[in-house]
């Protein structure tokens, strides 16, 4: 069993920074690619950014310049830093990785944490 937690989601005005990160634990044997997504109220769930274990990233338009993503591998942690916050990136931001465990591969997920940019 692998599990994925996110934390550092919170209300921040305009202009504002904030890191979010992601751990998993459990069962691991491999990580490969992780990423983050999000979704707005009535909106669909969107990538965000995502991050090979080599260190290859792909971020959506909407944030390029802004958010940088990054993963520490030695602690199965990815992290999204966030800066220029608009009241558009409001949103659950949910937490991807695809992981080899003892017995399968597969892509998991995080329970998301809000993040709310208002003034």
């Known amino acids: 069993q692998v599990q994925l937690v996110e934390s550092g989601g919170e209300l921040v005005q305009p202009g504002g920074s904030l890191t979010l990160s992601c751990a998993a634990s459990?069962?691991?044997?491999?990580?490969?690619?992780m990423g983050w997504y999000r979704q707005a109220p009535g909106k669909q769930r969107e990538l965000v950014a995502t991050?090979?274990?080599?260190?290859?990233?792909n971020y959506a338009e909407s944030v390029k310049g802004r958010f940088t993503i990054s993963r520490d591998n030695a602690k199965n942690t990815v992290y999204l830093q966030m800066n220029s916050l608009k009241p558009e990136d409001t949103a659950v931001y949910y937490c991807?990785?695809?992981?080899?465990?003892?017995?399968?591969?597969?892509?998991?997920w995080g329970q998301g944490t809000q993040v709310a940019v208002s003034s």
């Open positions: 991807n990785a695809r992981v080899l465990s003892s017995t399968t591969l597969g892509d998991y």
């Open positions: 991050i090979t274990s080599g260190g290859s990233t």
């Open positions: 459990g069962s691991i044997f491999r990580i490969y690619a």
